[in-house]
């Protein structure tokens, strides 16, 4: 079994429990002393690892050209060295990731410097240095710290909702809730009110960060009195009494 597979193998969720896929855009780019070979050898490999995690669900590039207008390789060119730039392209794909891997070096020594943009941080992008395999490859040394590893999650919610993680119960929140070790990726919160409401909330950990959710269970739905059986005999009665009256009331007189 290559290295390659069984990192993919190990980050594979149970059958039993279907994992939330995050959804990324990755883009490879090349310095011009890079061997072409190398940069699609660093794609395809980086690809399948992500996507063979079950944790990813990277767009096509058919998709990325749909909503940007260019080619993913012309992109770098759009954005270059612009921070904010990358940062509301991550907005514009409308995904949870945008994975920037620069390839550089021989064939013999390549490089990779990935840079990740978060949706919920798109400001505050991730950067990790990586060598790579000879001919190009995944970056397996960074993979683990940039997309698998833990990150923390804190929960603010009203004293008295009872919360689950992925369907385990973590009991009722006293206000709020902090875990320090999540996994990194998509997770599911569910929420039960004091009122007894339930309520579901998609999140998503970033590996070496603390994801902080607020949660405020939304106001108890009007309800509408529904009128009984009795309420329209008597909304008759009524039309039929005030006919009467009114027929036998004083008129008044109409100039003809």
């Not at 959804?23 to 011009?32: D, F, I, Q, S, T």
């Not at 096509?60 to 270059?80: I, K, Y």
């Not at 990194?184 to 998609?202: I, R, Y």
């Not at 009665?237 to 027929?247: I, K, L, S, Y």
Request: hydrophobic letters at 45%; aromatic letters at 4%; a negative charge.
């Amino acid at each position: 079994m290559s290295a390659l597979l069984a990192i993919a193998l190990a980050h594979t969720p149970a059958l039993a429990a279907p994992q939330l896929k995050v959804r990324a855009a990755l883009l490879v780019e090349g310095a011009p002393e890079t061997p072409r070979p190398v940069v699609a050898s660093t794609r395809t490999d980086t690809l399948a690892l992500l996507q063979g995690s079950g944790r990813y669900l990277v767009l096509d590039d058919v998709v990325v050209e749909a909503r940007t207008g260019l080619e993913p390789a012309a992109l770098a060119g759009r954005c270059g060295e612009d921070a904010a730039c990358w940062g509301a392209l991550t907005q514009e794909l409308a995904v949870d990731q945008l994975l920037v891997l620069e390839v550089a070096g021989s064939a013999e020594a390549p490089t990779g410097h990935l840079r990740v943009w978060d949706a919920a941080t798109p400001d505050a992008p991730r950067g990790y240095l990586s060598t790579l395999p000879r001919g190009g490859g995944a970056p397996i040394d960074i993979l683990e710290d940039a997309f698998f590893a833990d990150g923390g999650l804190l929960v603010n919610a009203p004293v008295g909702v009872r919360m689950s993680l992925d369907g385990e119960s973590l009991g009722e929140v006293g206000g709020a809730l902090s875990l320090p070790k999540v996994e990194g990726g998509k997770h599911t919160l569910g929420m039960e009110d004091p009122q007894g409401g339930q309520h579901l909330l998609v999140v998503q950990v970033v590996p070496g960060r603390t994801t902080q959710v607020d949660f405020q269970p939304p106001p108890p739905a009007l309800v509408r009195r529904r009128w009984g059986p009795w309420a329209g005999a008597g909304m008759v009665a009524f039309a039929v009494a005030w006919f009467v009256v009114a027929r036998d009331a004083p008129g008044t007189a109409q100039p003809v």
